[in-house]
């Protein structure tokens, strides 16, 4: 088993890209993590989506994207697992690197939310839900994770700007980075005064969907290229775990058990505890979901998440600092494509390359994608080699 090593990224500013395809969103992420590799060309390409098939009426994207990027003759796979499909893909480049089935794997994770308008969307979202008991009777994502976040608030007696701690963090790092959708910082008092969406949820607890596209090249170590002028950056873990689909088939809706075992896997793959990490690209595409991944890792007891937040538990100098380029909240959320934008972000902080964003010293990360409400559960360990 060989290590694997990130050495080219690209990234497309998340927004509405109204002007370009499917393709050409993930031509540019792919072609600019090819010319940062130094030129190096993949000998496989794995993508992680999770809508086109539906939005986009296209399927069979590993040809479809390859094609259109100038890729001939590569093997190419798709990975969907939910709106942790772009984190699915990043573990197939890993695991065909680490077994030394390939030396060089581009991934690219793309969703092209805007191919779609209308409320036909929020069916099509659903589908990563249960079609039988969930999607079928009108149950949307933020309605799941509404009656997530109501149950929390009244198990645990938190009052209802407990929710806000993430959605100010968010926004407040997303302010210097260049790719982020949202660059400005949130008071408690904006916060407070924006308008519910799905009760007790506002608009800020529920990051914005939207195009995107982010790819990543993988090579082992011996395929390293020199003097790239990048610090290399190692996937020192990679591991998924899965719970029941639906919540209300598991003992505690609020235990996002796959989230715990998924991490302590990778922890114990990479032979660190949490006091060795310097940054936690937590999912955050809602509010509840980040305070209960930080609870079910283990960094606040159970329903102390947010108390945590609140006493600095996410600060760079008395804590784990947590969505620090914004995360989907500010950033902007594209789905599928979410997890390898994490990934890419945590890449280019343990490089020092994230500008304004930096996090001082980072040498190690961890970045966990959740597909639904920790149905899936995928985390990597990065770590500066």
């Given at each position: 088993?060989?290590?694997?090593?990130?050495?080219g990224?690209?990234?497309?500013?998340?927004?509405?890209?109204?002007?370009?395809s499917?393709?050409?969103?993930s031509?540019?992420?792919?072609l600019?993590a090819?010319?940062?590799?130094?030129?190096?060309?993949?000998?496989a390409?794995?993508v992680g989506?999770?809508?086109?098939?539906?939005?986009s009426?296209q399927?069979?994207l590993?040809a479809?994207?390859?094609?259109?990027?100038?890729?001939?003759?590569?093997?190419?796979?798709?990975?969907?697992?939910?709106e942790?499909?772009?984190?699915?893909?990043?573990r197939?480049g890993?695991?065909a690197?680490?077994?030394?089935?390939?030396?060089?794997?581009?991934?690219?994770?793309?969703?092209?939310?805007?191919?779609?308008?209308?409320?036909g969307?929020?069916a099509?979202?659903?589908?990563s839900?249960d079609?039988?008991?969930?999607?079928?009777?009108?149950?949307?994502?933020?309605?799941?994770?509404?009656?997530?976040?109501?149950?929390?608030?009244?198990?645990?007696?938190?009052?209802?700007?407990?929710?806000a701690?993430?959605?100010?963090?968010?926004?407040?790092?997303?302010?210097?980075?260049?790719?982020?959708?949202?660059?400005?910082?949130?008071?408690l008092d904006?916060?407070?005064r924006?308008?519910?969406?799905?009760?007790p949820l506002?608009?800020?607890?529920?990051?914005p969907?939207?195009?995107?596209?982010?790819?990543?090249m993988l090579?082992?170590?011996?395929?390293?290229?020199?003097?790239?002028?990048?610090a290399?950056v190692?996937i020192a873990a990679?591991?998924v775990?899965?719970?029941?689909?639906?919540?209300?088939?598991?003992?505690?809706?609020?235990d996002?058990?796959?989230?715990a075992?998924s991490?302590?896997?990778?922890?114990?793959?990479?032979g660190?505890?949490?006091?060795?990490?310097?940054l936690?690209?937590?999912?955050?595409a809602?509010?509840?979901y980040g305070?209960?991944?930080?609870?079910?890792?283990?960094?606040?007891?159970?329903?102390?998440g947010?108390?945590?937040?609140?006493?600095?538990?996410?600060?760079?100098?008395?804590?784990?600092?947590?969505?620090?380029?914004?995360?989907?909240?500010a950033?902007?959320?594209p789905?599928?494509?979410?997890?390898?934008?994490q990934?890419?972000?945590?890449?280019l902080?343990?490089?020092?390359?994230?500008?304004?964003c930096?996090?001082?010293?980072a040498?190690?990360?961890i970045?966990?994608?959740l597909g639904?409400?920790?149905?899936t559960?995928?985390?990597h360990?990065?770590?500066?080699a």
């Open positions: 088993m060989r290590d694997v090593f990130v050495i990224l690209g990234m497309a500013p998340v927004g509405e890209h109204w002007e370009l499917l393709a050409n969103l031509a540019r992420a792919m600019s090819m010319r940062d590799a130094g030129g190096v060309q993949p000998q390409l794995y989506n999770f809508l086109a098939y539906a939005v009426q399927a069979n590993g479809k994207l390859a094609g259109n990027a100038g890729l001939k003759h590569v093997e190419t796979l798709t990975a969907e697992a939910g942790a499909s772009g984190a699915a893909a990043l197939l890993y695991l690197v680490r077994s030394g089935y390939v030396d060089a794997a581009l991934v690219v994770a793309v969703e092209k939310y805007t191919d779609m308008v209308g409320s969307m929020d099509v979202i659903a589908q839900a079609a039988d008991f969930e999607s079928a009777q009108g149950l949307t994502s933020s309605g799941q994770a509404a009656m997530l976040a109501q149950r929390y608030l009244e198990s645990y007696h938190v009052p209802r700007e407990g929710l701690g993430l959605p100010l963090l968010a926004h407040a790092h997303a302010v210097h980075n260049p790719l982020a959708m949202f660059r400005r910082a949130i008071d904006a916060y407070m924006t308008p519910v969406t799905d009760y506002n608009l800020y607890d529920a990051a969907p939207a195009d995107g596209a982010a790819a990543l090579v082992s170590a011996d395929h390293l290229p020199k003097g790239s002028g990048h290399p190692r990679s591991s775990a899965v719970d029941a689909l639906s919540p209300h088939d598991r003992p505690d809706p609020l996002f058990s796959a989230a075992i991490a302590r896997q990778a922890l114990s793959q990479a660190l505890g949490w006091e060795r990490l310097h936690f690209e937590v999912w955050d809602f509010s509840i305070l209960l991944s930080i609870e079910a890792c283990g960094l606040a007891p159970r329903g102390e947010w108390r945590w937040l609140a006493e600095g538990g996410h600060s760079p100098t008395g804590g784990l600092p947590l969505l620090t380029m914004g995360g989907s909240k950033r902007g959320y789905l599928g494509a979410s997890g390898l934008y990934a890419a972000e945590a890449a902080q343990l490089r020092g390359e994230a500008g304004g930096q996090v001082p010293g040498q190690t990360a970045v966990q994608a639904g409400p920790a149905a559960a995928i985390t360990i990065l770590a500066r």
